[in-house]
């Protein structure tokens, strides 16, 4: 996908969820660097505004608590006004057989993974309803545009995230507001490392042979950077588009 002009996020309110690591802070850092007010939201207290040279309001919050994100969100505008950039970030991941699977297991991942981007979309939205724009980002995952093995609540939470985004797409089309969602395969972060040795400790393969196994899983068969995932996230926001899925790495729209 093609960069768009990323002058227009100067000055713009970016609220990036789960944002205190992996993608979520590398796509609060690119944005940071593009001129925007960047504010993380996180389940865990994070103390200091400075990550990677770049300055960050923080406010702390379980995405799927409804009050939470009402206070979270009260917090961050009263530093960096209404919100202009939403970056639904917050995710969790499990792995377990259908059959091993609780029902605990699977709300406690629809609760984050869906929820929380409903949640705070619906937050996000009335700021961008008043001012005519709006950017709303979600990150989803290749397992929402396919099916996969042993994550059946993951891969319900992250199809339900796209059909969330393409719907908001379709009742805000026109406004000034857009809504796509970005689609990851398997990146170099914290989770995937927790993937790895998961299947390790399962499986007794090597840490080379379990790596490989995600990479050929990826589209190009190679794992993503959070770097480019993060180009691609501002790429995206910068773009007019609205109801795009977009696969990282390899850059197609669904």
Aim: one cysteine or more; proline letters at 3%.
């Amino acid at each position: 996908m093609a960069s768009n002009d990323s002058s227009m996020l100067s000055g713009k309110h970016a609220l990036v969820t789960g944002g205190a690591r992996g993608i979520g802070l590398g796509i609060a850092v690119a944005l940071a660097r593009a001129g925007a007010r960047v504010s993380i939201v996180s389940r865990s207290a994070v103390t200091g505004g400075n990550a990677e040279g770049a300055s960050f309001t923080r406010a702390q919050a379980d995405v799927s608590n409804e009050d939470d994100v009402r206070t979270a969100f009260a917090r961050c505008r009263a530093i960096n006004g209404p919100v202009e950039v939403l970056v639904n970030n917050s995710g969790i991941s499990d792995s377990s057989p259908l059959t091993r699977t609780s029902k605990s297991l699977f709300d406690r991942i629809i609760a984050t993974n869906l929820t929380g981007t409903f949640l705070c979309a619906r937050e996000a939205v009335q700021d961008m309803v008043l001012a005519r724009f709006g950017r709303i980002l979600n990150v989803a995952s290749i397992a929402g545009l396919y099916g996969a093995p042993y994550i059946s609540a993951y891969c319900a939470s992250k199809h339900g995230v796209i059909g969330l985004t393409r719907a908001v797409a379709a009742e805000f089309d026109g406004t000034g507001i857009t809504s796509n969602a970005l689609c990851p395969g398997y990146t170099e972060t914290e989770m995937m490392h927790q993937a790895i040795s998961k299947i390790v400790k399962h499986t007794g393969a090597s840490e080379a042979s379990a790596r490989a196994t995600l990479a050929e899983m990826n589209p190009e068969g190679r794992i993503a950077t959070v770097e480019e995932v993060a180009d691609a996230a501002l790429a995206l926001i910068c773009s007019p588009k609205t109801g795009v899925a977009l696969v990282i790495p390899g850059g197609e729209e669904q």
